[in-house]
C-alpha cells in the first residue's frame, strides 16, 4: 500500500498562481516569453525537478557515504510545439557532485537518483547530455 507523505495544492487563475490557499505564497504568472518577473509553468517545472532531483540526488548519494554538501543540480525545461495545439515539455539537467571523482560511480548515482525522483515521468529528462539508463 503507498503512504502519502505529502500534499500540497496550488490554485492558478487570471495572472497568478496561489500555493496551500496562502496569500503570501501567491506569485504572478505570465506567457513563457513574456515578462522575466513572472512565473510560467515552465520555470516552476524547473525549479521543481532540479530541486525533487537534488533531494534524490542527496539521498542516493549519502546511501552510498558520498559527501552531498557541493551538490548541486541545474534544470533546463523547453516548451515545445509540435503542431497545432501539440505542446511538450523537454528537460536537461545537470548534477553537479563534487564529492565522487570517479567518473562510473557518480554516473550510477544520478542515473539512480533519476530513476527515484517522482516528478521524472513522462517528461524525457537527460544528465549532461546523456539518458540514463539508454545503452
Given at each position: 500500500m503507498t503512504e502519502?507523505?505529502?500534499?500540497?495544492?496550488?490554485?492558478s487563475g487570471r495572472g497568478s498562481v496561489?500555493?496551500?490557499g496562502r496569500d503570501d505564497m501567491g506569485y504572478r504568472v505570465g506567457e513563457p516569453s513574456g515578462e522575466q518577473d513572472r512565473l510560467n509553468p515552465e520555470r516552476l517545472y524547473a525549479a521543481?525537478?532540479?530541486?525533487?532531483?537534488?533531494?534524490?540526488?542527496?539521498?542516493v548519494a549519502s546511501s552510498a557515504d558520498v559527501e552531498t554538501a557541493e551538490s548541486a543540480v541545474t534544470a533546463r525545461v523547453s516548451l515545445t510545439h509540435d503542431?497545432?495545439?501539440?505542446?511538450?515539455?523537454n528537460a536537461t539537467v545537470?548534477?553537479?557532485?563534487?564529492?565522487?571523482?570517479?567518473?562510473?560511480?557518480?554516473?550510477?548515482?544520478?542515473?539512480?537518483?533519476?530513476?527515484?525522483?517522482?516528478?521524472?515521468?513522462?517528461?524525457?529528462?537527460?544528465?549532461?547530455?546523456?539518458?540514463?539508463?539508454?545503452?
Open positions: 502519502r507523505i505529502y500534499t500540497t495544492e496550488a490554485t496561489r500555493i496551500d521543481a525537478l532540479a530541486t525533487c532531483l537534488h533531494q534524490s540526488l542527496v539521498l503542431g497545432e495545439r501539440r505542446y511538450g515539455l545537470s548534477m553537479m557532485l563534487p564529492g565522487v571523482p570517479d567518473e562510473k560511480l557518480r554516473d550510477q548515482i544520478t542515473a539512480e537518483a533519476v530513476r527515484v525522483c517522482p516528478m521524472v515521468g513522462e517528461i524525457p529528462v537527460s544528465v549532461d547530455g546523456k539518458t540514463p539508463g539508454a545503452p
